[in-house]
């Protein structure tokens, strides 16, 4: 059965830009599909795409069942949308914008209204609630737009980058709503710039670069993907760091996959891909010791969605540059992978 | 969270209800804009005021009506001009609907609202219906002051009505020009001048200033098939207002169905090509 959101093959350019260049996409019936990606990368024009409101130049995608290029209208009726930029009116209030939107999704008079305080009360805009959202703070706006979002509880929703602009505690309390949503059986594709809420909210993750898909899976699987544990120093003189990478090397783990050393001058921190734990943290700290090496920080560190991130997108950039860096992507990277494929 | 799933289709009106609901929800949305946002409906009133004072002080001894006992009086050219101003502003909610739904599709309320469940037209329908109001509450504060300066009726309240019909039925028909060129050039402000430049040709080149009997004959035919002329001439008829030497052409002879022909001909051919447009536009 395909899930809740299917595409295959999308294709979106404006002009010289290939905004989507074959984009596919698959979401398992309620559950989250994070889509990553650097700025620019397509992102929004896929949620676009998906959502009714650009027809896609190639591909196919269907969502709750339904194409949206042939059954439009369809679609929207399943699907609830926050888009990259808060989208209400600036002159109505809070109230009315949400009861607005509860109407024009067919909801009653009474209904809509009832929905409306629900929400405002949920998403803390209560005492904002009869003000224009024009007097509303960048983060209160952002809130009344995914409240919005949520007037009805479609089977589909779709979320671009909705946690952009939140303080932490909003932030906090938009996953918790997300969660509770899912639970409840929506199905949710969420772009995101925070890697942290990639991690925690979706239960895949796609990320996308200059319109293709350069890695899916679950976020760790990517991880894994990426190499495993690392160790990082942080030596006190800058003199020494050319020393300390060298002895790191040594402990490098064979075959690892993020390279060498990494050597950052002006924090002074040296970062090696190993294998064998805390007890080669100890090993590391006597050999450094022993060459007379003053450390100021030492640990072992997990790799990060972050890490990924930069290695997926770092590699990609590189790799449309320099043909001969191809094979050792290949065998480390499944940016290549990707590519190759097609 | 009690949650609303499903509520989408069990209140899923039939179609043309909900688009009727939905363009009113729309208009009203847009008419609480226009209540929070005075400024513009005080604009839209002092315009044509301002135009009604100009013409009938400055021009008003310098144009006579040929055709008219007294035909140099400033009184007289007043009556004439009267239909003139209140139809150049009725047309002036092309302005207004354009302006709206670029500033809309600017902010990205058009995503939003493309992408609910709503009927096609009714984003454009509700900010037509909007407009129309405004335009209806200008063309009174107008009428107060023509009274004030001399203007008046002479052939009955119910004509005087049909007469403001037909302007408003214009302006209506006006109004779905605006929207297809907000929805055209995208921002706000190409919209306001984009909607206004084509207005000037429009309402100059016609018998709503100065008598087309005086016009060299090209621009005279011009004139007389404009569709704007035929509402001003319909409108002098219906108020018993100077109606200088009426041509021959047959919107001229027949000005309310000329009227009414070229509202609805200008409602079906914009509303058509603006819903079409407002379905792929983006942002
Ligand atoms: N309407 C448009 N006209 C022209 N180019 C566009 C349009 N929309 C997007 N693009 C281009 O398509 C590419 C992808 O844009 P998109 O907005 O999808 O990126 P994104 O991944 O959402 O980026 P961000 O993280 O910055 O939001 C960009 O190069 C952008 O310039
Ligand atoms: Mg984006």
Same mark, same amino acid.
């Given at each position: 059965?395909?899930?809740?959101?299917?595409?295959?093959?999308?294709?979106?350019?404006?002009?010289?830009?290939?905004?989507?260049?074959?984009?596919?996409?698959?979401?398992?019936?309620?559950?989250?599909?994070?889509?990553?990606?650097?700025?620019?990368?397509?992102?929004?024009?896929?949620?676009?795409?998906?959502?009714?409101?650009?027809?896609?130049?190639?591909?196919?995608?269907?969502?709750?069942?339904?194409?949206?290029?042939?059954?439009?209208?369809?679609?929207?009726?399943?699907?609830?949308? $926050?888009?990259?930029?808060?989208?209400?009116?600036?002159?109505?209030?809070?109230?009315?914008?949400?009861?607005?939107?509860?109407?024009?999704?067919?909801?009653?008079?009474?209904?809509?209204?009832?929905? #409306?305080?629900?929400?405002?009360?949920?998403?803390?805009?209560?005492? #904002?609630?009869?003000?224009?959202?024009?007097?509303? $703070?960048?983060?209160?706006?952002?809130?009344?737009?995914?409240?919005?979002?949520?007037?009805?509880?479609?089977?589909?929703?779709?979320?671009?980058?909705?946690?952009?602009?939140?303080?932490?505690?909003?932030?906090?309390?938009?996953?918790?709503?997300?969660?509770?949503?899912?639970? *409840?059986?929506?199905?949710?594709?969420?772009?995101?710039?925070?890697?942290?809420?990639?991690?925690?909210?979706?239960?895949?993750?796609?990320?996308?670069?200059?319109?293709?898909?350069? *890695?899916?899976?679950? $976020?760790?699987?990517?991880?894994?993907?990426?190499?495993?544990?690392?160790?990082?120093?942080?030596?006190?003189?800058?003199?020494?760091?050319?020393?300390?990478?060298?002895?790191?090397?040594?402990?490098?783990?064979?075959?690892?996959?993020?390279?060498?050393?990494?050597?950052?001058?002006?924090?002074?921190?040296?970062?090696?891909?190993? $294998?064998?734990?805390?007890?080669?943290?100890?090993?590391?700290?006597?050999?450094?010791? #022993?060459?007379?090496?003053?450390?100021?920080?030492?640990?072992?560190?997990?790799?990060?969605?972050?890490?990924?991130?930069?290695?997926?997108?770092?590699?990609?950039?590189?790799?449309?540059?320099?043909?001969?860096?191809?094979?050792?992507?290949?065998?480390?990277?499944?940016? *290549?992978?990707?590519?190759?494929?097609? | 969270?009690?949650?609303?799933?499903?509520?989408?289709?069990?209140?899923?009106?039939?179609?043309?209800?909900?688009?009727?609901?939905?363009?009113?929800?729309?208009?009203?949305?847009?008419?609480?804009?226009?209540?929070?946002?005075?400024?513009?409906?005080?604009?839209?009133?002092?315009?044509?005021?301002?135009?009604?004072?100009?013409?009938?002080?400055?021009?008003?001894?310098?144009?006579?009506?040929?055709?008219?006992?007294?035909?140099?009086?400033?009184?007289?050219?007043?009556?004439?001009?009267?239909?003139?101003?209140?139809?150049?502003?009725?047309?002036?909610?092309?302005?207004?609907?354009?302006?709206?739904? %670029?500033?809309?599709?600017?902010?990205? @309320?058009?995503?939003?609202?493309?992408?609910?469940?709503?009927?096609?037209?009714?984003?454009?329908?509700?900010?037509?219906? %909007?407009?129309?109001?405004?335009?209806?509450?200008?063309?009174?504060?107008?009428?107060?002051? %023509?009274?004030?300066?001399?203007?008046?009726?002479?052939?009955?309240?119910?004509?005087?009505?049909?007469?403001?019909?037909?302007?408003?039925?214009?302006?209506?028909?006006?109004?779905?020009?605006?929207?297809?060129?907000?929805?055209?050039?995208?921002?706000?402000?190409?919209?306001? =001048?984009?909607?206004?430049?084509? @207005?000037?040709?429009?309402?100059?080149?016609?018998? %709503?200033?100065?008598?087309?009997?005086?016009?060299?004959?090209?621009?005279?035919?011009?004139?007389?098939?404009?569709?704007? =002329?035929?509402?001003?001439?319909?409108?002098?008829?219906?108020?018993?207002?100077?109606?200088?030497?009426? =041509?021959?052409?047959?919107?001229?002879?027949?000005?309310?169905?000329?009227?009414?022909?070229? =509202?609805?001909?200008?409602?079906?051919?914009?509303?058509?090509?603006?819903?079409?447009?407002?379905?792929?536009?983006?942002?």
């Amino acid at each position: 059965m395909p899930g809740a959101i299917h595409a295959e093959g999308l294709v979106k350019t404006f002009g010289d830009v290939r905004a989507l260049d074959g984009v596919d996409l698959d979401v398992a019936e309620g559950t989250v599909l994070g889509l990553l990606g650097p700025n620019g990368a397509g992102k929004t024009t896929a949620v676009r795409v998906l959502t009714t409101l650009l027809r896609p130049d190639a591909g196919r995608a269907v969502v709750a069942g339904l194409d949206v290029v042939r059954q439009p209208d369809e679609v929207r009726r399943s699907i609830g949308l $926050s888009g990259q930029f808060a989208a209400v009116d600036e002159y109505l209030t809070g109230r009315e914008n949400l009861r607005m939107v509860g109407r024009l999704y067919q909801l009653r008079g009474r209904q809509a209204k009832a929905r #409306a305080g629900e929400l405002l009360e949920r998403f803390h805009l209560a005492d #904002a609630a009869d003000r224009p959202a024009r007097t509303y $703070s960048g983060g209160m706006r952002r809130r009344l737009d995914l409240a919005a979002a949520l007037v009805v509880s479609p089977p589909v929703m779709f979320m671009d980058e909705p946690t952009t602009g939140l303080d932490p505690r909003n932030r906090q309390q938009m996953w918790e709503v997300i969660e509770e949503l899912v639970a *409840a059986g929506t199905t949710l594709l969420l772009t995101t710039q925070y890697l942290e809420e990639a991690d925690r909210l979706a239960h895949d993750i796609c990320v996308i670069d200059h319109g293709r898909v350069i *890695a899916r899976g679950s $976020s760790d699987e990517l991880k894994a993907r990426t190499g495993g544990e690392r160790v990082e120093v942080v030596v006190h003189d800058r003199a020494m760091t050319g020393t300390a990478a060298e002895v790191m090397t040594g402990f490098m783990a064979g075959g690892a996959s993020g390279g060498g050393a990494t050597v950052e001058q002006h924090t002074r921190r040296i970062t090696v891909p190993v $294998s064998g734990g805390a007890k080669l943290l100890a090993e590391v700290i006597r050999e450094l010791d #022993a060459r007379g090496i003053e450390i100021d920080d030492i640990g072992l560190r997990r790799p990060t969605l972050d890490d990924v991130f930069l290695w997926l997108t770092g590699h990609a950039a590189q790799d449309a540059g320099a043909a001969e860096d191809a094979g050792a992507a290949r065998d480390a990277g499944p940016a *290549a992978e990707e590519r190759d494929g097609r | 969270m009690s949650v609303a799933t499903g509520a989408v289709d069990r209140h899923r009106a039939r179609r043309p209800v909900q688009a009727v609901r939905d363009s009113l929800v729309v208009a009203q949305r847009n008419l609480i804009r226009m209540k929070r946002i005075p400024e513009v409906v005080v604009f839209a009133v002092i315009q044509p005021v301002m135009f009604v004072i100009l013409f009938s002080y400055v021009f008003g001894g310098a144009i006579p009506v040929p055709g008219e006992k007294g035909a140099g009086g400033p009184l007289v050219y007043r009556n004439y001009l009267m239909a003139g101003i209140f139809a150049q502003t009725v047309t002036f909610a092309t302005a207004g609907a354009g302006a709206g739904i %670029a500033d809309d599709m600017h902010k990205g @309320l058009i995503d939003r609202f493309r992408s609910l469940p709503m009927a096609r037209g009714a984003v454009l329908t509700g900010r037509t219906i %909007a407009d129309l109001v405004q335009t209806a509450l200008t063309v009174m504060v107008l009428a107060v002051v %023509a009274v004030l300066v001399g203007w008046r009726i002479h052939d009955g309240v119910p004509r005087m009505f049909a007469a403001f019909g037909l302007l408003l039925f214009l302006g209506y028909a006006f109004s779905w020009v605006g929207a297809l060129i907000g929805l055209t050039v995208r921002t706000p402000e190409a919209a306001t =001048s984009g909607g206004l430049i084509w @207005l000037f040709p429009l309402t100059f080149v016609s018998n %709503a200033f100065v008598p087309t009997s005086g016009m060299p004959p090209f621009l005279r035919a011009v004139a007389d098939w404009n569709p704007f =002329s035929a509402t001003v001439q319909a409108c002098r008829q219906l108020y018993g207002n100077p109606q200088g030497i009426v =041509s021959h052409a047959w919107p001229m002879r027949h000005p309310v169905w000329a009227s009414l022909m070229w =509202s609805v001909v200008i409602i079906l051919v914009f509303r058509g090509l603006a819903v079409r447009k407002y379905r792929t536009a983006t942002a």
